[in-house]
């Protein structure tokens, strides 16, 4: 693989920690077991899975070089605000969302995120989310990005 899921993960973290209002940003070896208030609203960024298209033995192998695709599934999870007023919890959600959708529509050309190797990526779903996390519930939302690799 020319990159690896490690340099994915951080070069997503690296490039949406610069979201407007986002107090701290931890990439998936920084993870920790609790979340301090004064670091919120915060992402988290990590590996979830991946995929590999078969080879294939059609006539559109010539066109793909005998390149396989290997998307990988990584997870931003925004953690705006410990659960207390929804209404000053979802302003909260909202407004790290919008954050991090103006950042991510900045990766407009190659390198994505800053890295050589990653071809392409896609968001393929964005939802709110109450997370528990160390025993304390947040309101916030996941990304779900589609890095692509061959």
């Not at 979340?35 to 294939?56: C, H, K, R, S, T």
């Not at 659960?83 to 959708?101: N, T, Y």
Request: glycine share 8%; hydrophobic share 45%; charged share 25%.
């Amino acid at each position: 693989m020319a990159v690896t899921i490690g340099e994915i993960c951080d070069a997503i973290e690296t490039t949406l920690s610069a979201a407007v209002g986002l107090i701290s940003s931890q990439s998936y070896d920084e993870l920790q077991e609790g979340l301090p208030a004064a670091d919120l609203p915060l992402i988290q960024v990590y590996w979830e899975g991946f995929m590999m298209d078969p080879w294939g033995e059609t006539d559109r192998q010539t066109f793909r070089g005998g390149v396989r695709n290997k998307p990988i599934i990584i997870h931003v999870d925004l953690y705006a605000t410990r659960r207390s007023h929804i209404g000053e919890d979802m302003k909260a959600v909202v407004d790290g969302v919008d954050a991090l959708i103006d950042v991510l529509e900045e990766q407009d050309t190659k390198p994505y995120f800053g890295l050589v190797g990653l071809k392409a990526f896609s968001v393929d779903d964005v939802v709110r989310a109450e997370f528990i996390y160390g025993n304390e519930s947040y309101l916030g939302a996941r990304f779900v990005l589609i890095a692509w690799v061959f």
